[in-house]
């Protein structure tokens, strides 16, 4: 095995794994703030993605300039989704929350397989093909892009957790509910921003790899199950934990494709995933309340 | 006078009314049952064999019918399977019980591999549609027939044609890599591709099976470009094939050219259209017609102006199948479904539109002439390059891009 290889799988691997984080923060969100998992997580993540597309294809728009629209239209859809569908469900059981998700990502699924059927499509602007070296590693120009675009989402992200009344207010229901509850704060509208900041993020996540990826009506899938393997590695609800476990889990997908045979890559990151369940239950980095 | 003039005068002297009682006393109609994936995720692929299926028995209809049978005509009996084996197995057996004289479907293999067994139970003659794993003929089945290539045929031969055009531009293929998907599908191909080497005389220096859902594959393909190989070969899906393919261009992966295997992207007209630079030059082994045939083209012609599409390799493989089926009626003189299987198994059609010599069926009910073309694109558009008597165009090999 040639450093060169390692070199190669080291800068993949780190620029897939901002994208896994960009998704998992979303995810790790809304279980901090709702405590649900929500599966429909990547499909809203594909609807994003043919959103992208749509625009591209009929408006000829950019499908980075396209955050502008996508990023807010479904920060709203995730506030319609959560008021219309979760909220009416909180005081149901966790199994029965579980589910509604489930049932929501695979109407999500079929409702695009409907409109738009079941081929592929590509999205593929003029710069799709550009990338340059680094020493003997090859940058591919979009994924640079898309990881550059997460990690400056995510920062930004935490800066509003962090900064602002909506963030605090978000960080406070997410540690301590009820005391958030006492507080004043309205904590219904504040689950709604929570979901909708999650949609919101993993439709950014959508647009950003949209243009080295393909779109078709189950493509969250790719991203869903391995964002979950990234908020466990990460803390459930810890934020911070959610981005560094994308690049932790990116790095070994990449690292375990250039050492071991065939698709054991996957093995990998699923035996990393029952490592830390065994031995780290709270996450590499702690969960949401000691964040 | 030999025996095919003799039964075609006869036939015509029945016509014109010499024997009216008999032609009288014989059905009119000839039930042709169809169980395909028409709802469900395999709909739209679905629809384009139905489509074929339609216009082959629309066109024989409508020139008389099936002129041994007294100008029986045909009916097309539908049955949706959904992709669903119970499914297939049920309307299997309606259709059966319908009085069909022949099964033509289901599509996917899975299903094929559970409805073979009741056509056989029924005595039934199934002719598969689309279904490629070679294990659906096996088992000493008398009643199943398969047109198009299966796996093996569609691996080996695809070598073959890759091989021979390595040969033909002094660029000799030693080195062959392969990624396939780790399905069903993509690991049948895998098999052949290793099995064949010794015999073919390359060497297989990487395999790396591969997940559907895998969102990157640089680091596999930065494996196969350290391990030199002068062909890189390709089963996989449509979004796969892509990822797979843009990253091998960005990596200057520095092979002489990249070939699918049964690709589902490779030689698509869509996925070209939405990707004209990157697949410019791209091979694909795949099912297709014979661009020589006159035939070819008319059959095109009437279906653009029926669909108003492009007639795609489905469409064709289900046209064939059921001109294949006409020449058993015309020669079996009957609905009756023993003498129909009888009559398929002596099947020798040279009237067809695919690209290769007469239609022919083995004791197991493989077509033992069934070839892939291999693909090109070239200017947007995939054309045939071999072999060589089918092809259209000149095959550009060594790829000069693949070398950056």
């Avoid at chain 2, 029986?72 to 499914?87: F, M, Y």
């Avoid at chain 2, 299966?150 to 691996?155: E, F, L, Q, V």
Wanted: proline residues 4%; hydrophobic residues 50%; positive net charge.
């Amino acid at each position: 095995m040639t450093a060169d290889l390692l070199l190669q799988a080291v800068v993949s691997g780190l620029l897939l794994g901002g994208v896994y984080g960009l998704v998992a923060s979303g995810l790790s969100l809304v279980f901090g703030v709702l405590r649900i998992i929500n599966f429909a997580h990547g499909a809203v993540m594909m609807l994003a993605m043919y959103t992208t597309y749509w625009l591209f294809t009929l408006a000829g728009i950019d499908p980075y300039l396209s955050i502008v629209v996508t990023g807010p239209l479904f920060f709203l859809i995730g506030m319609a989704i959560q008021r219309v569908v979760i909220e009416p469900n909180r005081f149901a059981a966790e199994h029965n929350q579980l589910l509604l998700t489930l049932g929501l990502a695979l109407f999500l699924e079929n409702l695009a397989l409907v409109l738009w059927q079941g081929d592929f499509r590509s999205v593929r602007p003029s710069y799709a093909g550009a990338s340059f070296v680094v020493g003997e590693a090859l940058v591919e120009v979009p994924r640079l892009i898309a990881c550059g675009g997460a990690i400056v989402m995510a920062l930004a992200l935490f800066a509003f957790l962090r900064l602002t009344d909506v963030g605090k207010a978000i960080r406070a229901l997410s540690e301590e509910p009820e005391g958030a509850m006492l507080m004043g704060i309205d904590v219904g509208r504040i689950r709604a921003v929570a979901f909708g900041i999650g949609a919101g993020c993993v439709a950014v996540a959508g647009a950003l790899v949209t243009p080295f990826f393909y779109v078709a009506p189950d493509v969250g899938e790719s991203f869903n199950i391995i964002a979950f393997v990234v908020v466990v590695l990460g803390g459930m609800g810890n934020f911070v934990g959610a981005l560094l476990g994308g690049f932790i889990v990116g790095l070994a997908e990449s690292l375990g494709a250039t050492l071991l045979p065939g698709s054991l890559k996957q093995l990998v990151v699923f035996g990393l995933f029952v490592l830390v369940l065994l031995f780290r239950p709270a996450g590499l980095f702690g969960g949401g309340r000691d964040r | 006078m030999n025996r095919r003039a003799f039964l075609k005068s006869a036939g015509a002297v029945a016509a014109l009314g010499a024997v009216p009682s008999i032609v009288r006393a014989q059905a009119k109609e000839v039930k042709v049952g169809y169980i395909l994936p028409v709802t469900g995720p395999l709909a739209f692929e679905a629809q384009l064999s139905l489509n074929g299926l339609q216009l082959a028995v629309d066109e024989i209809n409508s020139a008389g019918g099936i002129k041994a049978l007294g100008g029986a005509k045909l009916t097309l009996l539908p049955g949706d399977t959904q992709n669903k084996v119970e499914l297939g197995n049920s309307e299997a057996a309606r259709l059966i019980d319908q009085g069909i004289s022949v099964l033509i479907g289901p599509f996917s293999s899975l299903v094929a591999y559970s409805v073979r067994q009741v056509a056989e139970k029924n005595k039934t003659p199934f002719m598969l549609l689309a279904a490629v794993a070679d294990n659906l003929t096996e088992g000493g089945l008398r009643y199943v027939f398969r047109v198009q290539p299966n796996g093996k045929a569609m691996s080996t031969l695809t070598m073959n044609n890759m091989l021979e055009m390595g040969k033909a531009a002094s660029t000799p293929i030693k080195r062959v890599a392969m990624m396939h998907e780790d399905g069903n599908f993509g690991t049948t191909m895998g098999n052949h591709v290793e099995a064949f080497a010794g015999k073919l005389g390359y060497a297989l220096v990487q395999r790396i099976p591969y997940s559907l859902k895998s969102p990157d594959f640089t680091a596999e393909l930065s494996k196969i470009k350290a391990s030199k190989p002068d062909l890189l070969v390709i089963s996989g899906y449509y979004g796969d094939s892509k990822i797979i393919a843009e990253t091998a261009a960005k990596l200057r992966i520095g092979v002489h050219a990249l070939v699918g295997l049964a690709n589902a992207a490779y030689s698509n007209p869509k996925f070209i259209a939405d990707n004209r630079d990157l697949t410019d030059q791209l091979f694909d082994g795949n099912y297709w017609h014979n661009p020589q045939s006159p035939r070819a083209k008319a059959v095109f012609a009437a279906y653009e102006k029926r669909f108003n599409s492009t007639l795609t390799s489905h469409g064709v493989q289900a046209y064939t199948v059921i001109g294949v089926l006409k020449d058993a009626l015309e020669r079996a003189g009957s609905t009756d479904r023993d003498k129909l299987r009888d009559a398929l198994s002596k099947t020798n059609l040279a009237d067809h539109i695919l690209p290769q010599d007469a239609i022919k069926f083995d004791d197991t009910g493989e077509n033992i002439n069934a070839t892939p073309a291999l693909l090109q694109v070239q200017n947007g558009r995939p054309v045939v390059v071999g072999p060589a008597r089918f092809a259209e165009a000149k095959p550009v090999f060594p790829v000069p891009k693949w070398h950056g």
